[in-house]
Structures are given as structure tokens and as C-alpha cells.
């Protein structure tokens, strides 16, 4: 994409998307008002302000000029086509515009207004007109809801946003792409007062064509961009975010991401237990991790942890709990440091004996603890330079951290310039600032050293960063949306199930009909309802539990058809299932299910009727493999008990990984057909005896013939 052209009107070649995007040679501004100050009015003056170099043409019927400029009646009016029209009038004169520049070939269209939303009639058909147009033409638009776009490094402003008054705009190498127009501002500001530069800033808005994926896509081979910082409201053009994320990887180019919002998934609360735990925002974590991209949890690291991001390499799995070294000359600050670190879920990790003889060395008494603590002596350049130069090369370390005190407010050149001076070095070094030292901060930026302000930021980049990995997998196998879903029963799920390499405990299938049927499996046994309409059988009393002999199968089968024909008269009472009851050392759920717009997941949680309300589960995007599988079950806190926590028996950690694995790629083996998977409870048997379902629910999708 990066290297696709549009068509000019003669049908020559036009501008590469990146280029139009944000080099054009000329734009127009349709719409564009002579009131200065207005919102209509910005763009034209942030341009002429700016000394941009390109011709810029305003387009207002109402007026001959504006601030100045010569102005003109219709796009196809003026004289020449440009590469970027930016429309800041409302909707329907805004799609007017839009047919015009797509009949004469603008290459791209930004769209400032609204409206364009499904939930009105209005807006469905302007959503139908900018689809039209856009199919029909070379033209690509960006929008609709856009603020426009940002060249820093070229004084390019097409945006209506009122934060471009702000004066010396800080230009640098972050590309920034936010689906919020607003957020745009406040992380100029930011950038600002942090010292941190941007090359370019793009409000996606509406992407009714254009994504954000394909935009960061094609600003990839631009050498001023060294890292990306997205802004994320939901996960839209998921194909588009996965392309980009590999080949950003592929070129050295990390990513940090700030979501906000649930997925929309969350209110499509499935058949299983699966559904409600995948659907939430556990799955755009799931997505950004696969995909390589950091995401933070506090608005400040998303420009923070750009150095740490580029000084840490992707990995090929991901790094949970880093091993991090503090170093502080303020012991109250280091020791906030340490909290925060093993809050957030890294390792505060002491010197081994090794490194404390090195750190001796250079008169250094470190201690055993995890802070290595060098008082008010630390705030020299000489001391916190070998202590630097010592912990950055210490094998036991993932990552340093370095806190400096009071000293870097006034005197950063004592404590601060070490740090600054340390950049580069073989574990990827951060500070936490104490006190309020912008010029400290400044310093270590502008080194390449990742500085924060607090050490909750701190923390929270350093598990983001190092939870990345390297992007796995292609685009994902979504079901086939014409076809008809349909629930399998308990039998025909096992059947599936075993297919792909995941075992149960021994069943039977028995009439109700019959008057006494002998047990047809070693006892005690559970007795279930077995119907495709019943996928949760204790809700509605089609469960009997411990029957061990053939009476009591009779009288459960009794049970059963009594209390089902009560409570869930649809369900149908035909047969049960007849199932060996099994005992391990614990009970999970495994599922699998297509989310609306990451694809397929697998799901790992605290198994049983209570899988939904412990919410102690872990999500990845499918399929995995096994190291991927061991990982998750180290997440699941429930799980330690199964790996033999304090003395408890230890279970078949090893089988139930490879049930993990097998229900990941049931969509894959499948070809989508299945749309949601579960085995619920699976029971792990005591190590070494494998894992076992004792419940299972599948839906699929049929595929219409030919």
C-alpha cells in the first residue's frame, strides 16, 4: 500500500497515498470561511502561517476571496487538480464535494463533518453515497468526524484543531494516528512540554474507508518516522492494523498504543461461558499483543515509553514479569519505584553476588535488596555513572531503572547527565524524575533515554514494552456470514472436539424411552439432558450427579424429564447423556470463539459454573502454541493450585496445554466453520494421567450449497 499511486484526471499517475496524505504538492479547502478564528477558518490560516510551500486554493461560492486568497466556486473549477481536499462544510454539502473531487480524480479527501452513523436513515444513505463514490473512483477519504492532518517537519496544517495556536509545535520523529481528533491536541501539548517531537499527527475519524492501519501503513518507508504512538477508540480495520504491525516490525519501528472503550463484542454474549469472558476488553489486549504493539494503561506512556519501546527489541514470546534494577540517590523515590514495578507486574530484582563485588569495586555497598540505594553520595556524576555502567551490562537484569532526587531539578548535570550520558547501552535503560525537573527530563530525552514523571508511568510502559512480541499469524479465518449458526448438542461437540486432539471421559448415549436401562458406563456417573437446546443443563435441572447403579439411572432419567419439561418445555426428551464422572486435581474452561473484529480467540479460565464470576481467566488471540499455552495457564491465578502450589498434588500441566493448543486451532482445522468452542469443565488428572472434558458445547456454521 505504501507504494500505490491514484490517477490523475488525464489518467497519469497521481501522488503516493503517503504523499497526498501528507506532502501534497496543493490542496483545497472546501468550505473554507474568512472569519478568522473560526473553525472553518483554521486550516487556511495555520497554512499561511506556517510557510507551507504548496499552493492552496479555498473553495467558498459565497465569496471571491478568503483571508486574502482567491477563492472559487466548485473543486473542478480550479486550476488544477489538487492532491488533497480537506471539506470542512456540513455533511450533505460535504458529499457534494466529495462526488466532485472523486469524478475528477482527487486523490484524497478529508471529511470534517459527521452524521455518517448507521442509526438514522439520513445517515445510513451518506454512508451509502461516500461508499458509492469512493468504488467508483481512485479517490481515498479520510473520515468522515476527521480533524485533518499534520506534516510538522514540512509547516503542513491541514486541521481545523484549535491546539495548532499553540506556538513552536514540537517537531520530531513519533508518528501519531488517533481516532480521537481531540486527543491530537492534548498529545501536541504534551509532546511539548515533554520534549518530545512528532513527524506527523492524523485524525482517523469515522474510517469509513481510509483505517488507521493503512495510514500508519503508508507512512512506513517515511526515514523520519522512527516509532508510532495510536490513540485507539475501538479496534476497526483489524486486516489493515495486522498488516501494518508486521511490517513495522519487520522495519525496526515499534508501536505503543492507548485504547480506551470495550469491544463491541461485549454485548454479544454467546451460548457459552466463553462469550462473556473473551468479550470484553481482554481481547484488544489479546489483538495488540500478537500484533507487537504496546499498550499503556496511562495517557502519559504513550509518549514516554517511545525511547524504551525503541530500545528494546521485539522478542518471539513475551516477557511477563521483567527483571528490573532501581537505582536511586532518594530512597523514598526509589522505594515508590519498587512499589510500582511489582504492582504493575515486573520483577524488582536485587544484584546477584557478582554485581555487588563489581559495584564494591567502585566503592559502591549496594546491600541485598532489591534498590540499590546510593544516598545523597549518588548525586555526583562519578558514582551514578559506575553504578549505571555496572547494572547495564549485569546478566540477572531485563531492564534499569534510574531515580534521581532533589539534585535533578537544580543540578542535573550531577545525577542526571550519568543517565543521559548511559544511553544506548546493552539492557535498555529509563528513569523516573523525582522531583518537577523539566529540564532533566528534556536532558534524558533528548539522549534517547526513556524519562518519566512518575513511576506509575514508569511501570506501566516497562510491562507494555516488554509484553510485546514478535507479530505472529495471518489474517484471521473469519465464518461464512451467509451461513446458518447452529448449536451442536453434548455428543456431537465431543465428537468434534476429539477430532482435533481433545479427550473426554467415557459416555453413552440412552434413550428415555427405555423403561429400565442398564448403567453403560463405571460408576458413580452423571446423567445430562442431552439437546442442542439446553446448552446450560443445570439452569434447568438436566443434571443428575453420582448415580451408581441401574435404578438410580432410572429414577435420574425421571428427574430429568420431569424438571426439563417444567422449566424448558422447548428443550427436547428424547435422550441423555450417561458420562463416567471423573476426579483430578483441579477444573478449567478451554473455549474458542470469532470475535466480531480480532478474530478467532482461545479462552483459559477458572472452570465450572462460576467460570464467569471469578473472571480469572486469559485470553489470546488463536491459534497458539505450546510455549504460548504455558503461558497462559501461568496467568490464571486459580491454576497455581494444579501446579503443585505449596505442597497441593500437581496436575497434568503438560495435557492441559495441548488441550489449550487443540481447541485454539478448532477454527483453523475447520475452516471457520466453527464459531465457538468450549470445554467446560475440563479436568486435569494428577501429572503424567492427561486431561480430560466433561462438558463441552460447540456452534458452527453451515455452509449453504452450492
Not at 518471539?316 to 507486574?345: F, H, I, K, N
Not at 563489581?358 to 562519578?382: F, K, M, N, Q, S
Not at 482435533?500 to 442398564?518: I, L
Request: with cysteine; proline share 7%; charged share 20%.
Amino acid at each position: 500500500m505504501t507504494a500505490a499511486r491514484t490517477a490523475g484526471r488525464d489518467g497519469a499517475p497521481g501522488p503516493a497515498l503517503s504523499e497526498a496524505l501528507l506532502r501534497p504538492r496543493s490542496v483545497a479547502i472546501v468550505g473554507a470561511s474568512g472569519t478568522p478564528g473560526k473553525t472553518t477558518a483554521r486550516p487556511l490560516e495555520y497554512l499561511l502561517a506556517s510557510g507551507w510551500g504548496g499552493r492552496v486554493h479555498p473553495v467558498n461560492p459565497a465569496r471571491p476571496t478568503v483571508l486574502g486568497q482567491r477563492s472559487y466556486a466548485r473543486v473542478r473549477d480550479l486550476p488544477e487538480v489538487p492532491d488533497h481536499v480537506f471539506v470542512v462544510t456540513t455533511a450533505e454539502p460535504a458529499l457534494d464535494a466529495l462526488e466532485e473531487c472523486a469524478q475528477i480524480g482527487v486523490p484524497v479527501v478529508t471529511l470534517m463533518a459527521d452524521g455518517f452513523t448507521e442509526s438514522d436513515p439520513a445517515g445510513r444513505d451518506r454512508v451509502r453515497r461516500l461508499r458509492q463514490a469512493v468504488e467508483s473512483s481512485t479517490t481515498r477519504v479520510l473520515g468522515p468526524s476527521s480533524l485533518g492532518v499534520v506534516n510538522l517537519a514540512d509547516g503542513f496544517l491541514l486541521t481545523a484543531n484549535a491546539a495548532l495556536v499553540e506556538p513552536d509545535l514540537p517537531a520530531g520523529d513519533v508518528f501519531v494516528a488517533s481516532q480521537s481528533g481531540s486527543a491530537i491536541g492534548a498529545l501536541l501539548s504534551r509532546g511539548k512540554s515533554m520534549g518530545i517531537g512528532f513527524r506527523a499527527l492524523v485524525s482517523t475519524g469515522g474510517e469509513l474507508d481510509l483505517s488507521l492501519g493503512e495510514l500508519c501503513l503508508a507512512s512506513l518507508e517515511d526515514p523520519g518516522v522512527a516509532s508510532y504512538a495510536l490513540f485507539l477508540e475501538n479496534l476497526s480495520g483489524v486486516d489493515d492494523l495486522r498488516e501494518f504491525a508486521h511490517a513495522a516490525a519487520e522495519r525496526g519501528k515499534p508501536v505503543v498504543a492507548y485504547k480506551l472503550g470495550r469491544s463491541a463484542a461485549a454485548a454479544d454474549l454467546a451460548v457459552s461461558h466463553t462469550g462473556a469472558l473473551a468479550g470484553d476488553d481482554t481481547v484488544a489486549s489479546a489483538l495488540l499483543q500478537s500484533l507487537g504493539i504496546a499498550r499503556v494503561s496511562h495517557f502519559e506512556a504513550l509518549l514516554e515509553a517511545q525511547h524504551l519501546a525503541r530500545a528494546t527489541a521485539l522478542a518471539e514470546r513475551p516477557l511477563r514479569q521483567p527483571r528490573v534494577a532501581v537505582v536511586s540517590t532518594t530512597g523514598g523515590g526509589g522505594a515508590m519505584m519498587v512499589d510500582c514495578l511489582a504492582t504493575y507486574g515486573a520483577v524488582p530484582t536485587p544484584p546477584s553476588a557478582e554485581t555487588l563485588l563489581r559495584l564494591a569495586e567502585h566503592g559502591i555497598d549496594a546491600g541485598p535488596g532489591a534498590l540499590v540505594d546510593l544516598t545523597l553520595a549518588g548525586a555526583r556524576y562519578e558514582v551514578m555513572k559506575a553504578a549505571l555502567d555496572v547494572l547495564t551490562t549485569a546478566p540477572e537484569f531485563d531492564a534499569v531503572v534510574a531515580v534521581p532526587g532533589s539534585s535533578a531539578r537544580f543540578h542535573p548535570d550531577l545525577a542526571v547527565k550519568p543517565i543521559a550520558d548511559s544511553a544506548g547501552t546493552a539492557r535498555p535503560l529509563a528513569a523516573f524524575v523525582m522531583p518537577e525537573a523539566p529540564e532533566a527530563l528534556a536532558l534524558l530525552r533528548r539522549s534517547g533515554v526513556a524519562a518519566f514523571a512518575t513511576p506509575e508511568s514508569c511501570a506501566d510502559a516497562l510491562v507494555a514494552v516488554f509484553g510485546r512480541r514478535r507479530p505472529t499469524g495471518s489474517p484471521a479465518v473469519h465464518p461464512d456470514p451467509g451461513g446458518r449458526s447452529r448449536v451442536l448438542d453434548e455428543d456431537e461437540s465431543y465428537r468434534l472436539l476429539a477430532s482435533v486432539g481433545v479427550a473426554h471421559a467415557p459416555y453413552a448415549v440412552v434413550s428415555t424411552a427405555m423403561p429400565s436401562p442398564e448403567m453403560p458406563v463405571a460408576v458413580p456417573a452423571a446423567v445430562k439432558i442431552l439437546s442442542p437446546d439446553a446448552p446450560h443443563k443445570s439452569d434447568i435441572g438436566g443434571v443428575v450427579l453420582g448415580v451408581r447403579d441401574r435404578d438410580g439411572l432410572a429414577a435420574a432419567i425421571s428427574s430429568i424429564v420431569a424438571q426439563v419439561s417444567t422449566s424448558a418445555p422447548h428443550v427436547g426428551l428424547d435422550r441423555v447423556l450417561v458420562q463416567e464422572m471423573v476426579e483430578g486435581v483441579g477444573e478449567v474452561l478451554v473455549g474458542f470463539r470469532h470475535d466480531e473484529l480480532a478474530g478467532p480467540v482461545v479462552v483459559l479460565a477458572a472452570g465450572g459454573v462460576l467460570a464467569e464470576l471469578h473472571h480469572d481467566r486469559s485470553v489470546r488471540t488463536a491459534p497458539v502454541d505450546l510455549a504460548t499455552a504455558q503461558d497462559m495457564i501461568d496467568d490464571v491465578v486459580s491454576l497455581k493450585a494444579v501446579q503443585g502450589y505449596r505442597g497441593l498434588p500437581r496436575g497434568d500441566v503438560a495435557a492441559l496445554a495441548e488441550v489449550i493448543v487443540a481447541v485454539s486451532r478448532v477454527g483453523v482445522v475447520t475452516d471457520g466453520a466453527v464459531v465457538e468452542a468450549e470445554a467446560n469443565p475440563v479436568i486435569v488428572l494428577p501429572e503424567g494421567r492427561g486431561a480430560v472434558a466433561v462438558d463441552a458445547l460447540v456452534r458452527v456454521v453451515e455452509r449453504e450449497e452450492a
